[in-house]
């Protein structure tokens, strides 16, 4: 499959997917992609203190806040960011995660679960590039496509 094809099935996967099946996807991938060492990486210059311990929180306490917990914390981070440009890449998915996250919460809109799922491919596709014409070449993507597919995946009727 190329990039375009995986994204128009994960979209499929997202509108088809039970309210159940949504939830679970998504208590999954946020914890996925807020995971502690994704945050190795970024450099002391990058955030605040505040900003920091606010993305740790956050990131560590991720299936118990609510939206309006979550929104604080990301304008805590918000604040925080002492780069214009470059924030580590870990940083950036963990913070784009969260935000996703809080806006599901919030909204319980499906556009946030799709952005999830193309969070997580792009944060294995950055670990084992994957080529955009045969995007499930790698063994890392295929088995990532595969736990969307499998969480998402419409259950017996």
Excluded at 56 to 61: I, P, S
């Amino acid at each position: 499959m190329n990039y375009s094809e995986v994204e128009a099935s994960i979209l499929r996967l997202v509108t088809e997917a039970t309210e159940d099946s949504a939830r679970a996807f998504a208590e999954q991938t946020v914890t996925r992609l807020v995971r502690p060492e994704l945050l190795h990486a970024a450099a002391e210059d990058e955030l605040t203190e505040d900003a920091r311990t606010a993305l740790t929180t956050g990131c560590a306490n991720v299936l118990m806040m609510g939206p309006a917990e979550l929104h604080d914390l990301l304008a805590a981070i918000d604040g925080g960011i002492l780069v214009d440009d470059g924030l580590d890449t870990g940083v950036l998915t963990a913070v784009t995660a969260l935000a996703h996250w809080k806006n599901y919460l919030e909204q319980k809109q499906r556009s946030e679960l799709y952005e999830l799922a193309v969070r997580s491919i792009e944060d294995i596709d950055h670990e084992v590039s994957a080529t955009l014409d045969d995007f499930l070449a790698t063994p890392e993507m295929a088995a990532e496509y595969a736990r969307i597919r499998r969480l998402l995946a419409p259950g017996p009727e």
